[in-house]
């Protein structure tokens, strides 16, 4: 369609007949008959030229005019045709480009269907993973509990005397079990968490009480690793925060455990608590937990929350772990409206922080 009108224009300035050759003709047509009729109507010569003489002016500037007038319309002709040649040229690479978008338009149709089958398929094997998570570790639960109880009760001479050497190995065998039940429960959880079987339970809770029995939780620990443990106490009385007061514990025992597992012999933990109700309008408490130990690499500083993750320096000093514990501890902060960040140097200690809304009654 636009290649035939293409051509239409671009002929029209050839087909048509010169119009100056086209004038001239009619100019002498009509010169000879004009003296044809006057020589026959018997007019002298003088009148006769007088009357020629003007009209052949005439008919000659007439004929100029007709020239230039014929000259742009050519022009103009030439330049539509141009204009139109283009466009021709331009619709054909838009017919091309077109083509070459539905070619996409399909392709991209065939990957999303791919991924929507590969996305199921994954979403098969991660109901399939967790299922198997779920009851593998609630089996296991139960008999390593039974195991941990009759180590502790061999610790405790209930079943009879035994010799420090057999104590020391009752000791080993008593902390690899609590070791094996906190990685279990670090994996139940992340099962709970991502089936939102979660429930929580928030009520006012009092922090300062809740830090100080978990600290006590720790003592051992601590100790163990001659790691001086304090608690930096405010010295006005703090409202209580909105909280499930056993989910806000793992938190603590989570922060705890690391502050201390990753602080070498001799080390400090020091957990301290602050009230940012003056500086933000959200009125939150904060609890920062400080360590003396490894720190964390500025490299893996955003990997450290996400699950499953361990730090190249923790691996080394600590063997066992489940990069569980900050994931599940920001999941069970952010469900509290709160948030959790730290800082840290590399060999000089590292400060979580987590923050957490003051309960509505109390703000
Ligand atoms: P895990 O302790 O089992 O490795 P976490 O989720 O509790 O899992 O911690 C993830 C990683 O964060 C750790 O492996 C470690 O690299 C880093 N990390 C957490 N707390 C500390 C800390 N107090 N000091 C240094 N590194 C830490």
Redesign the pocket.
């Known amino acids: 369609m636009e290649a035939s009108r293409h051509i239409h224009i671009a002929e029209l300035s050839r087909r048509t007949v010169n119009p100056l050759i086209f004038w001239g003709i009619i100019t002498v047509v009509l010169t000879v008959v004009l003296i044809l009729i006057i020589n026959a109507a018997g007019i002298q010569s003088g009148i006769y030229l007088l009357f020629l003489v003007p009209v052949i002016a005439y008919l000659v500037i007439m004929g100029f005019f007709v020239g230039y007038v014929s000259k742009l319309n050519r022009e103009r002709n030439r330049l539509l045709a141009e204009q139109v040649r283009e466009e021709g040229a331009r619709a054909g690479e838009f017919k091309k480009l077109n083509q070459e978008l539905e070619t996409y338009a399909k392709q991209l149709f065939d990957k999303d269907f791919e991924l929507t089958l590969a996305n199921k398929r994954l979403q098969n094997l991660e109901q399939a993973k967790s299922k198997f998570v779920s009851v593998t570790t609630h089996q296991l639960r139960t008999p390593l509990s039974a195991v941990k109880w009759t180590f502790h009760m061999l610790l405790q001479g209930s079943l009879g005397p035994t010799t420090p050497d057999q104590h020391n190995f009752i000791e080993k065998g008593y902390e690899s079990t609590q070791r094996m039940i906190a990685i279990i429960n670090d994996l139940l959880n992340v099962d709970y968490m991502e089936a939102d079987r979660s429930d929580y339970n928030f009520l006012p809770v009092d922090l300062l009480p809740l830090i100080e029995s978990i600290l006590f939780e720790f003592t051992n620990q601590a100790e163990s690793k001659k790691i001086t443990l304090k608690f930096d106490k405010p010295s006005s009385v703090l409202p209580p925060v909105a909280a499930d007061p056993i989910k806000l514990s793992m938190v603590l025992e989570?922060l705890l455990d690391?502050?201390i597992?990753?602080t070498p012999q001799g080390g400090q933990v020091t957990v301290s608590m602050s009230d940012d109700r003056m500086n933000s309008a959200r009125s939150n408490l904060e609890v920062v937990i400080s360590?003396s130990?490894?720190?964390?690499p500025p490299a893996e500083r955003d990997k450290?929350f996400p699950r499953f993750?361990?730090?190249s320096n923790?691996i080394k000093v600590q063997t066992d772990?489940?990069?569980?514990?900050?994931?599940i501890s920001q999941d069970i902060i952010e469900k509290h409206g709160g948030a959790i960040w730290f800082e840290?140097a590399v060999g000089k200690g590292?400060q979580?922080h987590f923050s957490i809304p003051v309960h509505r009654l109390s703000k």
């Open positions: 989570n690391n502050a597992k990753y360590d130990g490894i720190g964390i450290i993750f361990r730090g923790a772990g489940t990069g569980l514990g900050l994931f840290s590292t979580f």
